[in-house]
């Protein structure tokens, strides 16, 4: 099965970008990446999702490498309201995901 | 549009009871899972549906069963209750490539 490494914690200051790594060097050519966040008390909500290019949309931009071992989620400007913990997971066959501890990420003001 | 519905919102059930969580989407998504999240902890896969009639067993279906009888449908359905069982279990669905939707939760407690 895939497997994703992501650091523990990561801290940013308030409007600064922030750049959450993410390695997944043993998924398939075919396995799309995507990125969750879970605020505090709440489920789970989709970020964005990408397969071989880099992706933007209006919450954040995803930059997949080249040999596609590693991608990064970049926030352009972090707020406190994107204080959460961050998660990177591979799209599995039936469109399963299976959730690691993720990236917890605090917005210092 | 309501998006995923999870009913109900907190339970309490004593060890040995049996319920159903109820998830209902409404946005015509073929694919559905259920997960469970322990205090402190990432989710876990329970079960997964893609598309109605077909379901298949995640990281920890022990315990639990589900089915799959209509589109907009998944429920969940603890067989015997046990204290382990003891989490927030979180319903979800998606189109075959999009991100998925997740319901607000059911808080369960197993006393």
């Known amino acids: 099965d895939a497997k994703t490494t992501q650091p523990n914690s990561m801290e940013s200051n308030e409007e600064e970008p922030v750049h959450l790594p993410c390695n997944h060097s043993?998924?398939?050519?075919?396995?799309?990446i995507h990125w969750y966040r879970q605020l505090p008390s709440q489920g789970p909500e989709y970020v964005i999702h990408?397969?071989?290019s880099n992706v933007n949309n209006r919450m954040a931009s995803l930059a997949i490498a080249e040999d596609r071992k590693s991608s990064t989620l970049i926030l352009h400007r972090a707020t406190l309201r994107d204080a959460a913990v961050y998660y990177c997971?591979?799209?599995?066959?039936?469109?399963?995901?299976?959730f690691g501890t993720g990236t917890s990420l605090t917005v210092i003001p | 549009n309501a998006g995923v519905t999870q009913t109900p919102k907190f339970q309490v059930l004593k060890t040995g009871q049996s319920m159903t969580l109820q998830c209902a989407q409404d946005?015509?998504?073929?694919?559905m899972s259920w997960y469970r999240q322990d205090p402190g902890m990432g989710l876990r896969l329970i079960h997964y549906s893609v598309g109605a009639g077909i379901t298949d067993q995640g990281e920890v279906p022990n315990g639990y069963n589900v089915s799959r009888s209509t589109t907009e449908d998944f429920p969940l359905r603890l067989l015997s209750a046990a204290p382990s069982q003891t989490s927030v279990y979180f319903c979800a669905s998606s189109y075959s490539l999009g991100g998925y939707t997740f319901g607000s939760g059911t808080r369960l407690t197993v006393v």
């Open positions: 043993t998924i398939s050519g075919t396995d799309y």
């Open positions: 946005m015509n998504h073929e694919y």
């Open positions: 997971i591979p799209r599995l066959t039936g469109n399963q995901f299976y």
């Open positions: 990408g397969l071989t």
